[in-house]
């Protein structure tokens, strides 16, 4: 099969000759951490070093519209200030933050201001940054770039954004909270704008190109469940995002759309599907139950990843018995097994490569490092 039939058959749910290989990248310190201990000082990059080295299928795409439906020009990341453990950052959504010096390690920003605070914040923001008619949100080869969707061997993504998760970056989880309650009109108004920047840009390509995927990021749940009431989420967020993945099914044979949030997604799991959106990621095992979501909703939801993360630090026996947790979800199909985050700096290079060893032999790959020939085969495959 090729890698696009394999990964739309397997989110169907289908029959496949082996799993889709997909991981979801590392922090910054665990790459230093992994060259100090084995992996070739060539390969760098949070997603690309793991990639690359292990030939994941995340290497086997080409060329695709990729248009920009966020900031543009995003904000300028810079450093404000030097402390002698500390840096006060602007970042790239436009927030003044204190973090720690990267040879210290990795915190959790410390806010200090976010680039929507008024509405006049906003209203600037939308007028220099959100402009839906910027020829720069689309590339000037689109036409040629929509032919390539209709023959090419590789999935079709396109990007959609956000409609909580970029408010909250710019605004802070408080600040959006607050105004959820006392000025609900005001956020749907830049939910609304959001909105209508995607298919403005959309309209560029409607009926032009075949898109496999839509791509959306939506942190906004956490351990006990969403930081919107599903009440709200349904009446400010469905319909909007409805107005976007039905416009994509119609316009490009959308199938799917793929939603990266953490947390606790229980509450909004039939929300999304109702909106359109039928495939959740990364599933985080400390706080979500991707059994139950099967046992709910069946194989009209794929997954991915909901291999607990934790197990890669505690050792090879510990990802032995966490990959006994997720076989049965293996052997239904519709799934695709990886970390259900990025990978910490506490896990060693020799868990890591046992964790890929065992992982290739579970989905049907022939197992691979660097530029060597395969060097084990699968023993099973679930789905032939």
């Known amino acids: ?56 299928d995340n290497t086997e795409y080409g060329p695709m519209p990729y248009v920009r439906t966020g900031l543009l020009p995003g904000f300028e990341y810079k450093v404000l200030e030097e402390k002698e453990t500390h840096l006060i950052v602007q970042d790239g959504d436009g927030a003044i933050a204190e973090i720690m010096k990267p040879e ?9 201001r976010f680039a929507i605070e008024t509405r006049k914040d906003w209203e600037k923001i939308r007028d220099e940054r959100l402009n839906p008619d910027d020829p720069r949100r689309v590339p000037e080869n689109i036409e040629e770039l929509c032919k390539l969707t209709f023959d090419a061997d590789y999935p079709i993504f396109i990007n959609c954004g956000s409609l909580y998760g970029w408010l909250r970056n710019w605004m802070g989880v408080e600040n959006l909270s607050i105004a959820l309650y006392d000025d609900p009109e005001w956020v749907e108004e830049m939910m609304e704008h959001l909105t209508m920047v995607m298919l403005k840009v959309y309209e560029k390509i409607a ?13 906004m749940c956490y351990r006990q469940g969403p930081l919107i009431s ?35 997604i229980h509450q909004l799991v ?43 630090i505690a050792g090879k026996s510990a990802i032995d018995k966490e990959f006994e947790r ?59």
């Open 1 to 56: 099969m090729t890698h696009r039939e394999r990964l739309l058959r397997c989110l169907r749910g289908e029959p496949v000759d082996r799993v889709p290989d997909f991981e979801f990248g590392a922090w910054e310190q665990t790459i230093e951490r992994w060259h100090n201990e084995g992996l070739p000082k060539e390969y760098v990059g949070t997603d690309a070093a793991i990639d690359y080295y292990f030939h994941t």
């Open 104 to 112: 210290y390690g990795a915190s959790i920003p410390k806010y200090l």
């Open 207 to 219: 009926g032009k190109c075949k898109i496999d995927m839509g791509l959306w990021w939506e942190d």
């Open 230 to 264: 599903p009440a709200m989420f349904k009446k400010l967020m469905v319909p909007r995002y409805k107005r976007v993945t039905e416009f994509l099914k119609r316009e490009c044979g959308c199938e799917f759309h793929m939603l990266d949030c953490d947390g606790n």
């Open 270 to 312: 039939g929300l999304w599907l109702e909106a359109g959106i039928n495939v959740m990621f990364p599933l985080e095992a400390a706080h979500t139950d991707a059994y139950k979501i099967r046992a709910e909703f069946g194989k009209k939801v794929a997954l991915r990843g909901y291999f607990d993360k934790r197990a890669l």
């Open 326 to 384: 997720i076989t049965p979800l293996l052997k239904e199909g519709g799934f695709i097994p990886h970390t259900d985050h990025r990978v910490p700096p506490d896990v060693s290079w020799e868990n890591y490569r046992y964790y890929r060893m065992k992982k290739c032999e579970l989905i049907g790959k022939e197992y691979r490092e660097g530029n060597q020939e395969p060097i084990a085969k699968p023993k099973i495959t679930f789905l032939a």
